[in-house]
């Protein structure tokens, strides 16, 4: 059977950026919708229902994150925002607004799809997959049993707890007090430390060289990734 | 000038032109003037201003009627500025209130008795002085002004009226006046007037007003007036007629040389030869000629000098002083150096035996200045003005006579207990020798006693007859004779060397003064230095403390004191006074005639700019009044103060406009340079896409490939590029916003080492961390891209395959971390320019950058608190060491 055709709503003032990336979205088969500002983004939204949302956070009329907003309130569909350096705080505003991942501008047409590709595939919850397996990790979500190289590695409930979000996002962002809020409580939001601590104690138990992260790579200012092969 | 140059001289057209300009924004000054009091001055005053009154705004600022009806009657309808009120001793006197009719700002004021002497307190000694005030504002006035008062017209009255006016006003208060109106009435009239009490005597003449009042009197004094506003009308003519250009009998460049002896009839000399000057309209001079024979000056014969000097000054000559061997040798240089056209000598008609000095002088003046017409003006020397003794020089004279006679008891006891021993004429030596004491350390005076004296007693008790004063032997009269004549001899001159020592150290002092002032200023180098300085001598010379005042901002007004001595007190007067100082340009202040009771003497500084600040000598309390050359010192100092600030103003001036083109310059240089940068990787990107997309163009895949590539490689060149500038300018614009957060280090070099991405697989890398690093409060991603900028240069300036070594240990109060590589290091000379911007250590190889990675990463770390330095590898390749605190620096507030 044909899989429907996915289609992604393109929001950028900027014409050249919407044509490069209508080329390369439509290069990969997907369908493209176009909008240059953030109201007429949201009514299209509301009206056509892509499968995907490109936003860029700097708009005429409403600002990114406020755009995200919104369109939480009526939509769960991917949103992947485009950023400047250097503007970590909108970035986290618009993560923690509910937006899936970012582009850094300028970026190249390899780093959007792969992106495009992870914002749909995270959507699948750690209940439907029972093993999650990624390069040389491997985790059983039923037996809580998490594996490196077929070695079993023993991990303290929160370092799990934090696996197991980080897999759940699989190959997409998460701000650190997204993780903090989802591992500890809504409370948490702000221990820094504490998380870093553990990622570094994690780090330290599942990634062949602890220096240098293959799999939980830290997104400067922002968060944590856990890379997808 | 030539003398035969008949052309109107364009200097004098100019100083007419910028006159005229002046006046028609300064008030016009209208004196009516009379030959003597109730001729009808006040009234026809009055009678003219209340004629104006229509026209023009006219008030009343200062009218004396007294009590007369008929002048009463014309105050009626005429506004009248209320006078002030001065309280002196326990007396209310009235005075014009100036400040008051400043404020009011009318067209014309009325300020009757030119020459008024203020009530101590007020702003101006001189009322002359408020209506120069009054002037200055744009406020004409009309005054009124007896004859008398004329400065140099005094010696005339006295000599006709027997009174020595003691109010007078200079003739420049009068020749500043754009009319003069003779009030005139006929003696036998006015005689009359008197007759019937119309008349108003000033207390000076109400001894001698019969005397006063006679008609020979009147009429000379008639005369005088008449002949006041002939001249005026001479000057008005001549002025009317250069301008018209027309051929006249107008002066032609005279110039008269004044010279001043020391002789109490100088200042009558100085105001004859005025007379004579403005009757030739000549430019005048007033020279005092300093000999050899220049220091036999007794005190009063300077005290003289300096009056005739400062009178010269007042009434508008220039003062030179000439140093020569003889008089005569001076004057004639420099009147044929200056074109002097005329020479005028006094000649006091007592022939004392000093005259042996003078009549030479005179003909020897003669003699050699043949060419040149030469006045000698006779005159009688004026009723003594000698200051009068205080009472400290009284008390001072009779402890030296004491000590004197004390001298001669002491010599002659002496005498007596060596009697038997010496001869009397050796005992006479003893007497010689008081004589001598006495002359050195007592005075002229008490040593002619001593000498006198000693004689008397030596005949008395050592020359036989004893107990006598006969004498016996003819040689012993002689030896006593001789002994008086020597004794006097001896007197005179150790008393004149006393005063010439005296006067030579006192010269040298200040000489020395202005020497060590100039030596200061030459080294100093700074404003405050320089002040300092100035300050510091002037405290040392004038033994008062001073004050320095320079605008707070320049061009305003509002002066900042620079003071010595950090106790001294600045009062809202003695800024009130440096104010109008600075404003007027004129020398006010202690011993002057504006604010003459204020604590110090204010000096405008001025250059050729204009003023620049306002030097203040505070004198210690109850020092009498500075002679000329202390004053000229001062003046001296302040002008040496003056173009001293001014050129240091001057330089600072100059080294902000220097720094500002040097940036600017830089400024350029870097455009030039960065917009190079920017564009080369732009000449590939475009090459390249039009390339592609030129249809003429045939491309095999391979080239295709290429030209992507290409293209590819410097776009990301260029972000790179545009980053790092972006980074720089926001690091020195300041606005690096730090968000510090705790920081695993492990965590930073691995996110360093991921965003380098594959080129760190052509460097072996190793990484060596001590266990249980501490975490560093920093913010994570300017961290991490210092990392990456140094990480970068190991990359590019190492050899592929090498290794490259990333080191963290834990050091006192913070972590310290090196990234060292195995390239080909840096010259020493150049590790601490490394972190310079745009610095680019030159290298065989091209190597791509911006030059700009390391001034970022040093811009970040520092920002962090932290240290960044650059070392050589012992074995070859570089170090770079970071250290970065683990203590925060206090925030404002901290969420803990």
Known sequence: ?229 | MTQDDTRPNPDELLAKVTAEAKQSRRGRLKIFIGYAAGVGKTYTMLDFARQRKNERDVVVAYVETHGRQETEALLEDLEIVPRKKVEYRGVILEELDLDAVLARHPDLAIVDEYAHTNAPGSRHAKRYQDVEELLDAGIDVYTTLNIQHVESLRNVVAQVTDVWMRETIPDSAIDQATDIELVDLPPDELIKRLKDGKVYIPDQIAQATSQFFRKGNLTALREMAMRLAAQRVDEQMRVYMEEKSIRGPWPTGERLLVWISPDAASTNLVRNARRLAVQMGAEWFVIRVETPASVHLSAEQIESLNNALQLAEKLGARIVNLQGQTVAEAIGEYSRKHNISKIVIGRAPRLGWKEWFRGPAINQIIRKNRDLDIFIIRSKPEPHQKARKTASRLSRNLRNTLLALLLVGLATGVSELLRNLLAPTNLVMLYLLSTIVAALYLGLGPSILVSILGVLIFDFLFVPPYLSFAVADFGFFLSLLSLLVVGIIISYLTSQFRRQTETAWQRERQTAALYSLGKDLAVANSLESYLDSILKRTRDTFTGEAVIFLPGSPGKIDLQPYLSNPNLKITENDLAAANWAFQHQKIIGRGTDTLPNSRARYLPLITARGVIGVFALLEPDGTSELTIEQERLMEAYADLSAVAIEGILLSQETRKIELLKASEKLQNALLGSISHDLRTPLVSIIGALSSLQDAKVKLDEKSVDILVRVARVEAERLNHLITNLLDESRLEAGTLKINRQPAEVQDLIGTALEQLGQRTTSHQIKIKLTAELPFVPVDFALIVQALVNILDNALKYSPSGSLIEIEGRSAEKGIELEIADRGVGIPSSDLEHVFEKFYRVHRPEKVTGTGLGLTIARGIIEAHEGRIIAENRPGGGTIIRISLPLAEPPLPHQKI
């Open chain 1, 1 to 229: 059977m044909d899989e429907k055709r996915k289609s992604i709503l393109i929001v950028d003032d900027e014409e050249a950026i919407r044509q490069f990336l209508s080329v390369a979205l439509t290069s990969q088969n997907y369908l493209t919708a176009e909008a240059t500002a953030g109201q007429e983004a949201i009514i299209i939204a509301k009206s056509n229902l892509p499968d995907l949302i490109i936003l860029d956070l700097l708009l005429p009329d409403l600002d990114g994150v406020e755009v995200t907003r919104q369109l939480r309130q009526f939509t769960q569909i991917p949103i992947i925002i485009l950023s400047v350096r250097d503007s970590e705080k909108d970035k986290i505003a618009a993560l923690d607004a509910g937006a899936d991942d970012y582009l850094t501008k300028p970026f190249g047409s390899g780093e959007l799809l792969a992106r495009v590709r992870v914002a749909w595939r995270h959507k699948s919850p750690s209940l439907s997959e029972p093993v999650f397996i990624n390069g040389d990790i491997s985790v059983d979500f039923a037996k809580r049993i998490v594996r490196l190289s077929d070695q079993e590695v023993q991990l303290t409930p929160t370092e799990y707890d934090i696996l197991r979000i980080l897999v759940n996002h699989a190959g997409g962002v998460i701000t650190h007090r997204q993780l903090l809020q989802e591992v500890w409580g809504e409370q948490y939001g702000d221990e820094l430390h504490m998380l870093h601590v553990n990622i570094s104690n994690l780090r330290r138990k599942i990634e062949p060289d602890p220096a240098r992260p293959h799999y939980i790579i830290t997104e400067p200012g922002v968060g944590y990734r856990l890379k997808i092969e």
